[in-house]
Protein backbone atom coordinates (compact mmCIF):
# COMPACT_ATOMS: atom_id res chain seq x y z
CA UNK A 1 0.00 0.00 0.00
CA UNK A 2 1.36 3.53 -0.86
CA UNK A 3 0.04 6.50 -0.17
CA UNK A 4 0.25 9.54 2.33
CA UNK A 5 -0.82 8.51 5.90
CA UNK A 6 -1.43 11.57 8.13
CA UNK A 7 -0.22 11.47 11.78
CA UNK A 8 -3.24 11.27 14.63
CA UNK A 9 -3.80 14.43 15.90
CA UNK A 10 -2.10 14.81 19.30
CA UNK A 11 -4.39 17.27 21.75
CA UNK A 12 -1.95 18.59 24.55
CA UNK A 13 -3.97 20.73 27.41
CA UNK A 14 -7.22 20.17 25.44
CA UNK A 15 -5.74 21.83 22.57
CA UNK A 16 -5.44 19.81 19.16
CA UNK A 17 -1.90 20.01 18.58
CA UNK A 18 -1.16 19.22 14.45
CA UNK A 19 1.78 18.67 12.30
CA UNK A 20 0.98 21.62 9.83
CA UNK A 21 3.16 24.62 10.05
CA UNK A 22 1.74 27.26 11.69
CA UNK A 23 1.59 30.52 9.16
CA UNK A 24 2.21 33.02 11.61
CA UNK A 25 2.82 33.65 15.88
CA UNK A 26 -0.09 34.35 17.74
CA UNK A 27 -0.89 33.45 21.58
CA UNK A 28 -3.01 30.48 21.05
CA UNK A 29 0.24 27.95 21.87
CA UNK A 30 0.12 24.56 22.73
CA UNK A 31 -1.48 24.47 26.60
CA UNK A 32 -2.85 28.23 26.97
CA UNK A 33 -6.24 27.10 25.99
CA UNK A 34 -6.49 24.34 27.88
CA UNK A 35 -9.22 24.62 31.08
CA UNK A 36 -7.26 26.54 34.12
CA UNK A 37 -6.07 23.92 36.46
CA UNK A 38 -6.05 20.77 34.33
CA UNK A 39 -3.30 19.17 33.80
CA UNK A 40 -1.51 18.02 30.43
CA UNK A 41 -1.36 14.60 29.45
CA UNK A 42 2.55 13.48 29.21
CA UNK A 43 2.67 11.61 26.48
CA UNK A 44 0.77 14.18 24.21
CA UNK A 45 2.88 16.79 26.33
CA UNK A 46 6.06 14.96 24.77
CA UNK A 47 4.65 14.52 21.76
CA UNK A 48 3.93 18.17 21.28
CA UNK A 49 7.43 19.19 22.45
CA UNK A 50 9.18 17.08 19.94
CA UNK A 51 7.27 18.11 16.87
CA UNK A 52 7.45 22.10 18.26
CA UNK A 53 11.35 21.20 18.32
CA UNK A 54 11.83 19.20 14.86
CA UNK A 55 9.86 22.46 13.36
CA UNK A 56 12.00 25.09 15.57
CA UNK A 57 14.86 23.46 14.40
CA UNK A 58 14.14 23.19 10.24
CA UNK A 59 13.83 26.57 10.98
CA UNK A 60 16.60 27.82 12.84
CA UNK A 61 18.64 25.76 9.71
CA UNK A 62 17.07 28.05 6.89
CA UNK A 63 17.60 30.80 8.83
CA UNK A 64 20.92 29.92 9.37
CA UNK A 65 21.68 30.37 5.96
CA UNK A 66 20.53 33.87 5.49
CA UNK A 67 22.07 35.15 8.78
CA UNK A 68 25.20 33.61 7.09
CA UNK A 69 24.72 35.56 4.14
CA UNK A 70 23.81 38.61 5.59
CA UNK A 71 27.47 38.54 7.87
CA UNK A 72 29.02 38.15 4.56
CA UNK A 73 28.09 37.63 0.90
CA UNK A 74 30.39 34.57 0.87
CA UNK A 75 29.69 33.38 4.12
CA UNK A 76 28.47 29.20 4.32
CA UNK A 77 25.83 29.10 6.86
CA UNK A 78 27.33 26.06 8.75
CA UNK A 79 30.22 28.10 9.34
CA UNK A 80 27.94 30.72 11.51
CA UNK A 81 27.56 28.54 13.96
CA UNK A 82 31.15 28.39 14.81
CA UNK A 83 31.79 31.95 14.87
CA UNK A 84 28.63 32.34 17.18
CA UNK A 85 30.43 29.82 19.25
CA UNK A 86 34.24 31.50 19.08
CA UNK A 87 32.51 35.28 19.61
CA UNK A 88 30.52 33.50 23.20
CA UNK A 89 33.34 31.39 24.52
CA UNK A 90 36.10 33.53 23.20
CA UNK A 91 39.75 31.98 21.92
CA UNK A 92 39.07 28.13 21.71
CA UNK A 93 41.33 25.55 20.38
CA UNK A 94 40.47 24.05 17.04
CA UNK A 95 40.00 20.61 18.84
CA UNK A 96 37.41 22.40 21.26
CA UNK A 97 35.72 23.54 18.54
CA UNK A 98 35.56 19.67 16.90
CA UNK A 99 34.04 18.72 20.48
CA UNK A 100 31.27 21.72 21.18
CA UNK A 101 30.24 21.74 17.55
CA UNK A 102 29.98 17.67 17.41
CA UNK A 103 31.61 17.84 14.07
CA UNK A 104 35.05 16.33 12.51
CA UNK A 105 38.10 17.85 12.28
CA UNK A 106 37.96 18.09 8.72
CA UNK A 107 34.76 20.18 8.44
CA UNK A 108 36.15 22.35 11.28
CA UNK A 109 39.27 22.90 9.74
CA UNK A 110 37.34 24.07 6.47
CA UNK A 111 35.20 26.32 8.21
CA UNK A 112 37.80 27.88 9.85
CA UNK A 113 39.97 28.21 6.88
CA UNK A 114 36.71 30.47 5.42
CA UNK A 115 36.35 32.58 8.16
CA UNK A 116 40.07 33.41 8.12
CA UNK A 117 40.06 34.17 4.62
CA UNK A 118 37.24 36.34 5.28
CA UNK A 119 38.47 38.08 7.95
CA UNK A 120 35.69 36.93 10.59
CA UNK A 121 38.36 34.75 13.09
CA UNK A 122 41.96 35.22 13.72
CA UNK A 123 44.14 32.47 14.08
CA UNK A 124 47.21 32.18 16.33
CA UNK A 125 49.76 29.52 17.94
CA UNK A 126 48.39 28.43 21.43
CA UNK A 127 50.95 29.75 23.86
CA UNK A 128 51.08 26.74 26.31
CA UNK A 129 50.88 24.53 23.26
CA UNK A 130 53.04 25.52 19.72
CA UNK A 131 51.60 22.91 17.95
CA UNK A 132 47.89 23.85 18.38
CA UNK A 133 46.04 27.08 16.80
CA UNK A 134 43.93 29.43 19.25
CA UNK A 135 40.76 30.92 17.55
CA UNK A 136 39.18 33.76 18.05
CA UNK A 137 36.40 36.45 16.61
CA UNK A 138 38.72 39.42 14.53
CA UNK A 139 37.43 42.69 15.58
CA UNK A 140 35.79 42.85 12.01
CA UNK A 141 33.82 39.55 12.89
CA UNK A 142 32.57 40.53 16.57
CA UNK A 143 31.33 44.05 14.82
CA UNK A 144 29.43 42.27 11.82
CA UNK A 145 28.04 39.80 14.19
CA UNK A 146 26.83 41.85 16.94
CA UNK A 147 25.35 44.27 14.67
CA UNK A 148 23.34 41.10 13.12
CA UNK A 149 22.43 39.95 16.62
CA UNK A 150 21.04 43.47 17.73
CA UNK A 151 18.93 43.28 14.44
CA UNK A 152 17.38 39.76 15.65
CA UNK A 153 16.86 40.91 18.85
CA UNK A 154 14.75 43.66 17.57
CA UNK A 155 13.17 41.62 15.20
CA UNK A 156 12.21 39.36 18.31
CA UNK A 157 11.13 42.03 20.28
CA UNK A 158 8.33 43.05 17.61
CA UNK A 159 7.81 39.67 16.93
CA UNK A 160 6.74 38.83 20.75
CA UNK A 161 5.50 42.29 21.32
CA UNK A 162 2.20 40.75 22.28
CA UNK A 163 3.35 38.48 24.92
CA UNK A 164 3.60 39.52 28.59
CA UNK A 165 7.62 40.33 29.46
CA UNK A 166 7.41 37.29 31.87
CA UNK A 167 6.82 34.85 29.06
CA UNK A 168 9.76 35.69 26.90
CA UNK A 169 11.74 35.35 30.34
CA UNK A 170 10.14 32.13 31.02
CA UNK A 171 10.69 31.14 27.56
CA UNK A 172 14.29 32.29 27.67
CA UNK A 173 14.94 30.18 31.26
CA UNK A 174 13.24 27.20 29.89
CA UNK A 175 15.38 27.16 26.69
CA UNK A 176 18.42 27.92 28.77
CA UNK A 177 17.70 24.50 30.98
CA UNK A 178 16.77 22.53 27.46
CA UNK A 179 20.47 23.57 26.41
CA UNK A 180 22.04 22.87 29.19
CA UNK A 181 20.50 19.13 29.64
CA UNK A 182 21.83 19.00 25.80
CA UNK A 183 25.40 19.78 26.70
CA UNK A 184 25.94 17.64 29.59
CA UNK A 185 24.10 14.76 27.31
CA UNK A 186 26.87 15.51 24.53
CA UNK A 187 29.36 15.56 27.65
CA UNK A 188 28.25 12.03 28.08
CA UNK A 189 28.35 10.76 25.20
CA UNK A 190 32.04 12.40 24.20
CA UNK A 191 33.38 11.53 27.16
CA UNK A 192 34.00 15.77 28.26
Keep these: MTGNVEPAPVVFNGVTVDSAPRASVDSASPGSAAPHGAAPDSHAAYVALEREIALLLRRSRAIQGRLA ?41 RQVA ?63 RLNRLGEAREAEVTGG
Aim: glycine residues 10%; proline residues 3%.
Design 69 to 109: GELHQDLDGAAYGLLVLLDDAGPLRASDVVARLGLDKSTVS
Design 114 to 176: SLVDLGLVDRAADPDDGRAQVLSTSPEGHRRLSRLRDARRARWEADLAGWETTDVATLATLLG
